[in-house]
């Protein structure tokens, strides 16, 4: 039973260290995407160009590393939208589909009685605000609060 747990201990701090090991960041080090950002850089500096193409995944992707164009292609129209995914066409339509969805949310969520104010609502919320309250101030009183 000893010599089990023992192992088990051994094991967690070995395995422990190694995947410190192998995670190990410098400082300052960019929050997403372990190294990509610095690959990116890597890739402009090899090429010796200011803008890398390449695909990540099946998707193309531009990966921009001067500042002055940076902030050209956020300006200029023709760079506008995303890529035409599953997910993007329900979260991130553009155009004519977004207008038309949007009319269609708004009428239905008026429909249901989005941004209406509803007294009853409003008093279950006030009554449960005094309960809880109540609670933190006096201490629980029944086998449910605790």
Known sequence: ?????????????????FYKAAYIRPDNFPPAYNNLGLASTRLA?????????????????????DPIIIKEVLIRE?????????????????????????RFTLRYMRDSGFGRRDNV???VIAHNTKEVMNIVINGPQTIEEK
């Open 1 to 17: 039973m000893i010599g089990l747990i023992v192992f088990i201990l051994l094991f967690g701090f070995i395995f422990n260290y």
């Open 121 to 123: 609502l409003e008093d």
């Open 45 to 65: 500096k090899e090429y010796k160009t200011k803008i890398v193409g390449l695909f990540l995944g099946p998707y193309p992707q531009i990966i921009v590393n």
């Open 78 to 102: 023709e760079f506008d939208g995303r890529m035409d995914t599953v997910v993007s066409r329900i979260f991130f339509t553009d155009g004519y589909f977004w207008h038309v969805q949007r």
